[in-house]
């Protein structure tokens, strides 16, 4: 098995920046991608940047040029450095870890951007 620990969320402002982290640990052989979705109220859980083993991204257009994702490949950790945040950000973030065979989610963890 393999558990997700998020930490670094919480209540900032509008315009304001988080950093999110998410560490992953367990049963880990190979790691194909970490990253990070967000689910808002009433709305579908949606991709908002991921990192591959090799360091290759991908961002949702909505926060390209805010976000910057990173990973720690030693530590199989994973970052989200969210800047110019704003209210529409807001959203219950999940770490996500996938294997060649298997994937994994975090529990969750609040943002939430004031206007």
């Known amino acids: 098995q393999v558990q997700l620990v998020e930490s670094g969320g919480g209540l900032v402002q509008a315009g304001g920046s988080l950093r999110l982290s998410c560490t992953a640990s367990?049963?880990?052989?190979?790691?194909?991608?970490m990253g990070w979705f967000r689910q808002a109220p009433g709305k579908q859980r949606e991709l908002v940047a991921t990192?591959?083993?090799?360091?290759?991204?991908n961002y949702a257009d909505s926060v390209k040029g805010r976000f910057t994702v990173a990973r720690d490949n030693a530590k199989n950790t994973v970052h989200l450095q969210m800047n110019s945040l704003k209210p529409e950000d807001t959203a219950v973030y999940y770490c996500?870890?996938?294997?060649?065979?298997?994937?994994?989610w975090g529990q969750g963890t609040q943002v939430t951007v004031s206007s």
């Open positions: 367990g049963s880990i052989a190979s790691i194909n991608s």
């Open positions: 990192i591959t083993s090799d360091r290759t991204t």
């Open positions: 996500r870890l996938t294997m060649p065979a298997s994937g994994y």
